[in-house]
Structures are given as structure tokens and as C-alpha cells.
């Protein structure tokens, strides 16, 4: 499985420096992308799942900085890469997908005029083999009557329907990555399994690679083929779906999954992590979760080393759980 | 706001050099104002102190005193002198006599140091003559032009007659005195830099006050429309519109016209074109506070409308408030000197700066600029770091400026 | 422990849609076009009971945020009833003191908190100006409140902005507790939140109903925590009730094809990576709702009568119901 790895991530450090000190944001992140494979990155807000994606895609601002760690692509190395290179790997190779669909989607422009944009910054393709390659785009997405689509304005669709555009011009070039950033958070129920679905026929159709950023477990286990966790800008664990939803061994996953409420009886109290997630200005050596944890003992405060547990399964964790 | 808010926000400040200078030369500008009689060297309000003969003197110019004249009567009455005088003016001058023996008498101007244009000595009895004097040639009027010093002596070949009265006439020169007009004089003679200052007072006053006046009002207005929605805020919101669509210094003048012209009267002008503006600012952003959930809170909690308004949605409102405020002082005060200059604004006898800048205008063809110039100057810098002053608060309000 | 604290009935909203006296008279007498009107609850009738804490569940547009704040009393009915202990809530709640037996959770931890006061302000000022509290002993009673939902005492002094997201959320519970409330309205009171720091607000949300006994109405989009917090669920679409049931029943046996629908499309957490069924079709515009059954064109058992008839509530089984013409009391397997 290994050597199918096109995209990787190694020891990528990425700090912001601001007034009030530096923001260790992501610390010693490394993990790798396999085509056909979703890979989710799961984690609450300031866990750092965020800013491992603009990082990839180069978007890290004033006062932030790539500090150390390597990103490449089928070999090339995308961190020493300036504005112009990066516009070339930039939705051309690796695409992304935001949240909000309004902040990839100019609310001026008709959704036909944004595809032919995207693909002509990139090449030079005639007006009909465009519009064949939108409609396609679209239809691949479940976007039903594809042609009276092309021709309406975002602010005319649903949430739903926008969001669908926006991973659709993420699919027009091609790219061989796709990076999601909560795609499906602001979304129903419903619509969300809709295009969960849609998505992962795409995936496994056209043999991309993919990183689905959320904090949301449950639309990861059923997406996902492997699955990262991180807390406070660390990798705490990272394994196959299967690894990590059924056999989780690091404290955070597992207190994490027991904290959801359909895992537990209901009325009763859930099994909740005591505390707060510790000030990244403040970090100690140590693991961040330490505080936290009920398994803490005084080696914690020491730095963490990954441990290998299968192939696929890293943890890092002085006293996992065993199975 | 909490201390360490209020301290990150004024080194937000302060990042910004020009925000610091402007804030430096508004302070400096409202120190000006607030001790204006302290710093002024003269009173221009005091108009018994003008004279014409300092009327438009340049930069840098001494204040001259005026030319006077002395008249006394001089009574000789069997060797007793006395001095009688003539005219009851007052004056710096005065004459004295003396006998300085046989035939012979003084008469002498003081104090000394005086310059006199001329001194005349008036019915000499016959046979007396006055030392390098001219009779007039009909007259018994004997002058002396110029005189290098400030005593005759009246001298004759046969004896005087027991009594006799003389009259004696001393001008003396206009003179230089210490006091130097350091930013020249207007038309009336009034010192320049005073005016400026107390000019500066004014301005700031109304601009103060009348900015002022107008965000209690237009605020207020403004919650109101935001609270009552419907009928109320469609015609809150058409008479800003009506007001916008008018040229500010057309309603100015216009109010002025029939109001007459006076401080208070000018406020009123002014609080009158500006309130729209704090309406139409302090409901839009009212509008936004009232869609959050704190507001719904509120009313959850059952507290009053004019609760909900006044201490929550207020406080909330008040720094893009406070943004317009900054700026429309600078407004204000530049509405106020245009309508002086119009000469619609405040009495001639209170110069703002916009009036001394009327009162110089006809002059400035004739090379007398610092009447216009200075004036206009310190209106410039003042306007300019009050908006700069408003533009930084406006930037540090706006979130997506900010890191 | 079966007093009716609350009763809805045919409770409805609208909203006239973009529009302003200026826009009205235009419409009315120069385009001769009636102002669009969204009816964002539709004729809900519900119960409460004290002491007990029912659910609304449903997609974004399903109004019930708005029957959330008409509940709660801060937006008033286009028509229909609202009954609190019996009496109309019209009178109830010109009676302000009573009127804060009704309070409310919100949803978004940054915004439902005044960024301009202290949390001592925040929590005790109704307390305060309704007389509940003497203003010399607010401070006490304030910190009593916080610590009730798990603040420092130290809170009282500090701005929210000074606090995290979950921290916000228990000064939204302690203003909500500082006036005694028998009722409390949450709307979605945990969707902002991560999932640790939401396990914390739920546990400390069902903390607070054992000891004082409220009667909740937990309004959310999350299955997972409405079947974790209810004793009866209320499934809403478009404005309408389409289901009402006890929990367990609900989950166990959905009825009505909407809620079967989102049953199925809600995530679960297992190892083994399920496949979905691709559910077709579009939340259709509360502006435009279709006719009939509202949920007809997403139906998979949508019959001809679906498009003319509006179903009402109907009893399946005892404390059950549901709008369905087609699904007949007692054969709830298809």
C-alpha cells in the first residue's frame, strides 16, 4: 500500500507569530494520501485541522509561517514553491473545498462563467468541450438538469446545491487532491448523505486522493478510509476507520468517541472530558491531552514519540489502551 | 472597556504614525482653545484696544503708539509761572515751565524721551523770541519742527511784561513699543495670532458642541426607528434621506438666513444638517445588534424596550458612533468657517477662523496674505488631523482590517 | 407530574418577505402583486408537561427557531393559541415578573452573550430589575447561579469574550437560571459546539432538569442528542408537525417517510463504513412550498392525493402521531 502514497506530509510545522507570542498552530504533523482514498483529519476547533489544510494548499498568512516539514506531491516539494508555482499545482493538482460555498463562489458571476474561469486559468480548451466538461462536472456531482444550472446565480441555488457547484469546480481540472474543510457542516441532514455519497463515487471512481477536515466523527466513519486525530495542533493517533472507530486506542479518540451522544444511553450522562483544551501560547513539551487525561502519569510531561501499533496504526501515547 | 482592551487598543493605535500626529495636533489644537485668553498675547475682543493706525501691518511688525498732542496755557504773572491745561485729553505728554533767570523762560516736554514732530509756542509777547523756531508769518505762532530736544527757551532782548499767557502746543511722533505683532494684523489692527487663537476657541466650541448635539439627537432618533420598525422608521428614514439629498451649507445658509446670525444659531444650523447622519449610522448598526440572540435575550429576560435600547444595543452601537463623531467635528467646524466666510456665521466682532478668512480675502490681491493665510493654515491642519484622527477609529473598528 | 405546563395550538407565523411600508403601498396599488409571505410555522400544536422535555427536530427552514421564539414569547403568533398553565399568554406575558417562568438557550455562544458587559451583568440584571434579587446581595446570588452551571467565581468581573465557546454557553444557562424559570427553551443550545465541550453542556443540561425539575423544549437538528435528551420528539418539515412521539417509539418505529428518511441519513458511528442510498431531492423553499403534503415531492410513497390534500395530525397508536395519508394507524411497516 505504501509505495500507491502520491501525496505526503512530513514533520510540517506551521506557527503564528503574533503579538502575544507564537501560536505552535501545527507541531510535527505527518501523514500521507494513497489515490482512491479519503483520509479524514478530525479534531475540535484549534486542534489545528484547519490550518494543516492551508498550509497544503500554501494559503498561510501574515503572521503565519510554514516553519519547518515538507508537503510534497508525487515527489515535488510545494513548500518552497512561490505565488506563481503554487497557482499551478493550485486547483490544477490539488483542489479545495471551504465551509462556506460563498467564499469560493463570486455571488456576481453566473455558476457557468466561475467553471469557464477555472479551467481556462489553467488551459486552453475551446467553449464546447468547456461546457461538456462543466455539464459533466455537475452531473457527477447529483446537480439534477446540469444545463439550466450552469446558467443561474449562487444566491438562486440551495445550500446544498452550492456547495455541490463548488466541489464541482474542485473536480473541472482533474486534480489528483482535493482538500475539504468542513464541507458538509453547514448542511442538513439529508443533503449532507447526498453528497457524502456523490463524493465517494467520485473518489473511487476517478482514483483521487482526498482529506476530509471536520469535527465530526460519525460522517467520518462512514467516509473515510483512515482517519487522524489531532488535538492541539498534534497527531494523537491515526489508523484505518476501521482502527480508529472500532479499536481506538489513544485516551483523546476514545473519550472523544464516548462522548458522542448516540453512544451512549440515553438520559444518562454522558462520559465527558473533563477541563479545556490547554492555550497553544502555553504548551509544554509534553502531551498536550496530559491535563486532561486520566492515564497522565509524569512521563507525559516528556515529548511524545509515535508508536507504531499495525501497519496503518500510529499512536502517540505513552499509556494506550490495550486491546 | 476593561484596561488591558483599552491598552491593546491604543497600541492598535499607535501603529499607525499619522494617527499619532493627528491625534498630538488635536490635542494641541483643543489645549489652544480651552486657554486661548491665557495664550493670547492681546484680547481681540477688546475693540477699545484697536487702533486703525495697526491695521494691516505685516508679519513680525511692532505695535506703534499713536502721535499726541499737548496744549497748555502757560500764565506768567509777576515771575509766578503756572501751567494750565488747555485741553482736558489725557496724554502721556506733559509741559512744564520754568524761569531760567532774567528775560528768560523754559519751557520744556516730558518726559524727555519723547519724540516730538513739533512743538509750538503761541502768543510770545512782543520783542521774545524762541531759539531756532519759525514764526508763522502772520501769527505770533513760533514752531519748532522736529526738535532735537525737548525744551525751548524763550529769550528776550527787553524785558518781559509782568503777566502774560502763552499758549504751548507739543505733538509728538508715533512711536515703536515692545509689543510685535508675530502673525501681523488685520484690517482693524488686531493681532493676528490672538484672533487665530481665539479663533481656534470658537471653532472648536462649535464644533464640539454642535457635532455633539447632533449625535444625542440623531442617535436617538435612529434607535427609535430601528425599535419601532414600520411606519416611525419609514419616515425617520425619508427625512435623512431629504436632508442627505441637500447640500449641507445650502440648508446652513438658509437656516441662517432666517435665523440670523449667532454662535448659538450656527450649533443649530449644524446640529440640523448632521443629525441625519448619526440616524441613518446609529440605525443600520441598531438593526444588526437587534437581529443577535443577546437582544432576544434580553427580551427574554422581560426588560423594557428603552432598557434593551440604552444598555444593550447602545453600548454596541457606540464606536462606529464615536468614529462619526471624530469626523464630523472636523464637519462641523469646516461648516462653521464656511458659513462665517459667507458672512452668514458668527458676529464680526467674534472672529471665528473662517471670518478672519472673509475678513482677509479682499486683501489678498494687495499682498497682504497673512490675514488669509494664517487663519486658513491652522483651519487646514485642524480638519485634516481630525479626519485622519476618524479614518484610524474607523479602521481599528473594522474587523476585517484588523489581525 | 402530568400538569400541562404549556399547550400550542394551531400556532402559526408569517413573515412578509423583503418588505417595507414603501414597498408595500408600491406592491399594493402600482404592481398590483400581493407581498411574498413565508409561513414559517404553519399550524403546530404541541403540549408540554411539567417537568418534561420534548424535542423538535428538523432541517434548516423548518421554522423552528421561529416556533422556538414564539414559544419563549419574544415573537408574537399570526394566529393560533398559546397557553401557559392554562392561562392565554398574551395576558401571562404582560405580567412580567410571571413571564420569566419562560426562558430560552441560544444557539450561537458568541452572539447571544452582550460583548459589552460583565458576566455579573449579564446574569444577574434581570434578577436584579424584576426585583428577585436586592441589588446588595446580587453578587452572591450570581456567583451561587455560576456555580450551579460550573464557572469560577471569578467570572462575575470577566467580559465573554475572556471565555471559550462552551464556557459562553453555561453563561447563557446561568442568565436563562438566574430568574427561576419552570420552562426552558433550547434552541439548538449545543450545535455550535465541539463534540467534547457538547457532551459537557448536555450533561450539565441534564443535571440542571434533575435537580430543579424544568420542563425543557430542546430544539436541534441532532438527532443523536434530541434521542439522548427527550422524552417525546416533535419532527417538523416545512413549518408542519409531521410526527410526534416518545422518544423511544420514534427512534424504534418512525412512521411517517420524512422521518424514516432522516433516521436513515443520519450519520452513525460504526467501524464497519456504510454505503448510502442516495436520497433524492431538495429541501423545497419555505417561500414556495408545494401543495398538498409539503413532503410529497421527496416522497418515495407519494400518491396523487399527496399533491391536493393536506394531511393533519393523526393518531396511530396512543401519544403517537403523524401527517401521512398514506401510512394507516397500526400497519407502520410499508
Redesign the interface.
Given at each position: 500500500m505504501s509505495d500507491t502514497f502520491f501525496f505526503k506530509v512530513d514533520g510540517l510545522n506551521t506557527w503564528f507569530f503574533t503579538r502575544k507570542g507564537t501560536i505552535k498552530s501545527v507541531r510535527d504533523i505527518s501523514f500521507e494520501v494513497a489515490r482512491g482514498e479519503v483520509l479524514g483529519i478530525v479534531g475540535e476547533s484549534g486542534s489545528g485541522k484547519s490550518v494543516t489544510g492551508m498550509s497544503i494548499m500554501g494559503q498561510i498568512d501574515e503572521p503565519g509561517r510554514i516553519v519547518s516539514g515538507s508537503i510534497s506531491l508525487d515527489g515535488q516539494e510545494l513548500t518552497g514553491l512561490d505565488f506563481e508555482e503554487m497557482r499551478h499545482y493550485r486547483g490544477n493538482r490539488i483542489a479545495m473545498v471551504f465551509q462556506n460555498p460563498l467564499m469560493t463562489l463570486n455571488p456576481l458571476m453566473r455558476v457557468r462563467d466561475q467553471m469557464y474561469e477555472a479551467i481556462s486559468a489553467h488551459e486552453s480548451v475551446p467553449r464546447k468541450e468547456m461546457y461538456d466538461r462543466c455539464i459533466e462536472a455537475l452531473r457527477s456531482v447529483g446537480i439534477p438538469s446540469p444545463e439550466e444550472r450552469l446558467n443561474a446565480y449562487p444566491h438562486e441555488m440551495s445550500g446544498g446545491m452550492r456547495q455541490r457547484v463548488v466541489i464541482a469546480i474542485a473536480l473541472l481540472l482533474g486534480p489528483d487532491l482535493i482538500i475539504a474543510d468542513e464541507p458538509t457542516t453547514a448542511l442538513d441532514v439529508t443533503i449532507q448523505a447526498q453528497i457524502i455519497y456523490q463524493i465517494r463515487r467520485q473518489i473511487d471512481e476517478r482514483g483521487l486522493g482526498m482529506i476530509w477536515i471536520t469535527h465530526d466523527l460519525s460522517t467520518l466513519s462512514e467516509l473515510a478510509d483512515r482517519i487522524m486525530v489531532m488535538y492541539a495542533g498534534a497527531m494523537m493517533e491515526i489508523g484505518t476507520t476501521e482502527e480508529i472507530i472500532g479499536a481506538a486506542r489513544h485516551p483523546y479518540t476514545r473519550k472523544l468517541l464516548e462522548s458522542v451522544p448516540s453512544r451512549n444511553a440515553p438520559g444518562e450522562k454522558l462520559k465527558q472530558i473533563p477541563g479545556n483544551m490547554p492555550s497553544l501560547l502555553t504548551l509544554g513539551e509534553g502531551c498536550p491531552f496530559a491535563n486532561r487525561c486520566e492515564r497522565m502519569t509524569d512521563i507525559c510531561r516528556q515529548p511524545v514519540q509515535a508508536r507504531q501499533l499495525s501497519e496503518t496504526h500510529r499512536i502517540w501515547c505513552y499509556h494506550p489502551f490495550e486491546d | 472597556m476593561s484596561i488591558a482592551s483599552f491598552q491593546d487598543f491604543a497600541r492598535r493605535f499607535a501603529e499607525s504614525r499619522s494617527a499619532v500626529i493627528s491625534l498630538t495636533v488635536s490635542l494641541v489644537f483643543v489645549f489652544c482653545a480651552i486657554f486661548a485668553p491665557l495664550l493670547a498675547p492681546t484680547d481681540p475682543y477688546d475693540l477699545t484696544h484697536l487702533q486703525l493706525s495697526d491695521a494691516l501691518k505685516p508679519t513680525g511688525s511692532k505695535r506703534m503708539l499713536p502721535g499726541e498732542e499737548v496744549r497748555v496755557n502757560i500764565r506768567v504773572n509777576n515771575g509766578a509761572i503756572t501751567v494750565l491745561p488747555a485741553s482736558p485729553t489725557k496724554t502721556r505728554l506733559s509741559l512744564a515751565a520754568s524761569s531760567c533767570g532774567p528775560n528768560c523762560l523754559t519751557v520744556s516736554v516730558e518726559p524727555t524721551a519723547a519724540r516730538l514732530g513739533s512743538l509750538q509756542v503761541r502768543n510770545l509777547p512782543n520783542g521774545a523770541t524762541i531759539e531756532g523756531a519759525k514764526k508763522h508769518p502772520i501769527q505770533p505762532w513760533w514752531t519748532i519742527d522736529n526738535p532735537e530736544s525737548s525744551e525751548v527757551r524763550i529769550t528776550s532782548a527787553t524785558s518781559l511784561p509782568a503777566s502774560f499767557t502763552l499758549l504751548a502746543i507739543a505733538k509728538s511722533l508715533d512711536q515703536e513699543t515692545d509689543f510685535v505683532f508675530r502673525l501681523g494684523t488685520d484690517n482693524f489692527g488686531r493681532d493676528m495670532l490672538s484672533a487665530i487663537l481665539y479663533g481656534i476657541r470658537i471653532s472648536v466650541v462649535v464644533g464640539l458642541v454642535a457635532a455633539g448635539a447632533a449625535m444625542v439627537l440623531g442617535t436617538a432618533l435612529g434607535l427609535f426607528a430601528a425599535w419601532q420598525r414600520g411606519v416611525t422608521d419609514a419616515i425617520i428614514m425619508r427625512a435623512v434621506d431629504f436632508m442627505l439629498g441637500l447640500p449641507a451649507l445650502l440648508i446652513g445658509l438658509a437656516i441662517l438666513a432666517i435665523l440670523g446670525n449667532g454662535v448659538s444659531k450656527v450649533v443649530l444650523a449644524i446640529v440640523i444638517v448632521q443629525w441625519s447622519y448619526y440616524a441613518r449610522t446609529a440605525r443600520s448598526f441598531a438593526m444588526s445588534e437587534l437581529g443577535k440572540e443577546y437582544v432576544e435575550a434580553a427580551r427574554c429576560l422581560r426588560l423594557s424596550p428603552v432598557r434593551i435600547m440604552l444598555r444593550h444595543v447602545l453600548p454596541n452601537c457606540m464606536p462606529q458612533i464615536i468614529v462619526l463623531f471624530t469626523l464630523n467635528i472636523a464637519a462641523a467646524i469646516s461648516m462653521e468657517s464656511s458659513l462665517s466666510f459667507l458672512g452668514v456665521g458668527l458676529p464680526l466682532t467674534r472672529p471665528s477662523l473662517g471670518m478672519l478668512i472673509a475678513s482677509g480675502y479682499e486683501f489678498i490681491f494687495s499682498q497682504k496674505y497673512w490675514i488669509s493665510i494664517y487663519p486658513g493654515v491652522v483651519l487646514l491642519v485642524m480638519i485634516v488631523a481630525m479626519n485622519l484622527l476618524g479614518d484610524r477609529l474607523r479602521d481599528l473598528n473594522n474587523p476585517r482590517l484588523d489581525r | 407530574m402530568n400538569e400541562m405546563i404549556f399547550e400550542a395550538k394551531d400556532l402559526s407565523r408569517s413573515f412578509a418577505v423583503g418588505s417595507?411600508?414603501?414597498q408595500d403601498f408600491t406592491d399594493h396599488f402600482l404592481r398590483n402583486r400581493q407581498p411574498a409571505v413565508l409561513r414559517a410555522v404553519d399550524n403546530v400544536s404541541m403540549t408540554l408537561n411539567e417537568g418534561e422535555t420534548l424535542g423538535v427536530v428538523g432541517?434548516?427552514g423548518c421554522g423552528k427557531s421561529t416556533l422556538a421564539?414564539m414559544i419563549?414569547?419574544?415573537l408574537p403568533a399570526s394566529s393560533g393559541e398559546r397557553r401557559f398553565r392554562g392561562e392565554d399568554y398574551d395576558s401571562f406575558?404582560r405580567r412580567?415578573?410571571d413571564?420569566?417562568k419562560?426562558?430560552?438557550v441560544?444557539?450561537?455562544p458568541m452572539?447571544?452573550?452582550?460583548?459589552?458587559?460583565r458576566v455579573g451583568e449579564i446574569v444577574g440584571?434581570?434578577a436584579v430589575?424584576?426585583g428577585l434579587v436586592p441589588r446588595s446581595r446580587v453578587k452572591d446570588y450570581v456567583v451561587d447561579i455560576l456555580a450551579r452551571v460550573g464557572l469560577p467565581a471569578d467570572s462575575v468581573g470577566r467580559?465573554p469574550h475572556q471565555f471559550?465557546?462552551?464556557?459562553r454557553q453555561r453563561v447563557?444557562i446561568a442568565?436563562?437560571l438566574a430568574?427561576k424559570p419552570d420552562m426552558l427553551i433550547c434552541d439548538e443550545a449545543v450545535a455550535a459546539l465541539?463534540?467534547?465541550?457538547?457532551?459537557?453542556i448536555?450533561?450539565l443540561l441534564?443535571?440542571i432538569r434533575r435537580d430543579s425539575g424544568l420542563a425543557m423544549i430542546f430544539i436541534s437538528?441532532?438527532?443523536?442528542?434530541i434521542?439522548?435528551?427527550c422524552d417525546r420528539v416533535a419532527v417538523m418539515y416545512l413549518g408542519r408537525v409531521v410526527e410526534l412521539a416518545k422518544?423511544?417509539e420514534l427512534f424504534a418505529s418512525p412512521t411517517h417517510p420524512y422521518t424514516r428518511?432522516?433516521l436513515?441519513?443520519?450519520?452513525?458511528?460504526?467501524?464497519?463504513?456504510?454505503?448510502?442510498?442516495?436520497?433524492?431531492g431538495?429541501?423545497p423553499?419555505p417561500l414556495n412550498p408545494p401543495s398538498g403534503c409539503h413532503f410529497h415531492p421527496r416522497c418515495p410513497m407519494v400518491t396523487d392525493h399527496c399533491h391536493r390534500v393536506r394531511p393533519e395530525l393523526r393518531e396511530i397508536e396512543p401519544g403517537h402521531v403523524h401527517a401521512c395519508l398514506n401510512v394507516e394507524p397500526h400497519s407502520k411497516r410499508l
Open positions: - | - | 417595507s411600508p414603501l432541517e434548516s421564539r419563549a414569547g419574544i406575558l412580567k415578573r413571564a420569566l419562560v426562558q430560552m441560544f444557539q450561537d452572539s447571544s452573550l452582550n460583548p459589552r458587559l440584571e434581570a430589575l424584576h467580559y471559550s465557546g462552551g464556557q447563557g442568565r436563562a430568574v465541539d463534540v467534547s465541550v457538547q457532551a459537557q448536555i450533561n441534564l443535571d437538528h441532532d438527532l443523536g442528542v434521542r439522548h435528551l422518544t423511544s428518511m432522516l436513515d441519513g443520519m450519520p452513525k458511528i460504526s467501524a464497519q463504513r456504510r454505503r448510502f442510498m442516495p436520497i433524492q431538495e429541501i423553499s
